[in-house]
C-alpha cells in the first residue's frame, strides 16, 4: 500500500518542485535526505496510533516506509518484509487493513505433501469487514497534510541556507 502527495492539490507544493528541481544536486539530495528523516518516525508513529491487533501491527507498522524523490514524497507500508513464519507482509496487507469474512472457504496445502489440498474456514483473524480501511488509509488521511508541510519547510529552509552560505 502506497499514498502520494499530488502536485495537482497545491500550486504552492507545483512552484517549490520546479524550484528545486532547478537546483544544484547536492542541494536536492539534502532536502530528499532531511524530508525523509524527519517523515519516516512521523509516519511510523501516525500508522502505529490506529492499529488494534497485534497482526495489524506487524503487517503494516514495522513494514511502513517513506521514500523521497524531487517530485513526491510517498508513505508505504507492507511493501517490505515477511513475518516470523516466512509469510510476506504484502499478502496479508489487504485482510489486516480491511478485515474479511470468517466464514470464507480458503484452499490450502497440507503439510503432508504437495497434492493434498483441503479447504477451511478463515476466521476471525483479521475482524470484520471495513471499506475505508483500518489502519493504512485513516493514518495516510491524518498525516499527508503534515508529510507536505514538514517537506515544504525543508525545501524551503535548505534553500535558504544554500543562499544564505553562497553569500558569504
Request: without cysteine; proline residues 4%.
Amino acid at each position: 500500500m502506497a499514498g502520494r502527495i499530488s502536485l495537482l492539490v497545491s500550486h504552492d507544493m507545483r512552484v517549490l518542485v520546479e524550484a528545486v528541481r532547478g537546483m544544484d544536486a547536492d542541494v536536492r539530495k539534502q532536502i530528499r535526505t532531511h524530508t525523509r528523516q524527519q517523515a519516516a518516525p512521523l509516519w511510523k508513529s501516525e500508522i502505529a496510533q490506529h492499529t488494534g491487533t497485534r497482526l495489524q501491527n506487524r503487517v503494516l507498522v514495522d513494514s511502513a516506509r517513506v521514500s523521497v524523490t524531487d517530485q513526491n514524497v510517498m508513505i508505504k507500508s507492507a511493501q517490505v518484509g515477511k513475518l516470523s513464519s516466512g509469510v510476506p507482509v504484502s499478502k496479508l496487507a489487504g485482510p489486516a487493513e480491511f478485515g474479511g469474512f470468517e466464514g470464507k472457504q480458503i484452499k490450502q496445502r497440507s503439510g503432508r505433501g504437495p497434492n493434498k489440498v483441503y479447504t477451511r474456514r478463515m476466521g476471525n483473524a483479521f475482524g470484520h469487514p471495513i471499506r475505508k480501511g483500518k489502519v493504512f488509509f485513516p493514518a495516510a488521511h491524518e498525516s499527508i497534510p503534515r508529510v507536505a508541510s514538514l517537506w515544504f519547510q525543508t525545501a524551503y529552509r535548505t534553500v535558504a541556507e544554500t543562499f544564505e552560505k553562497a553569500g558569504r
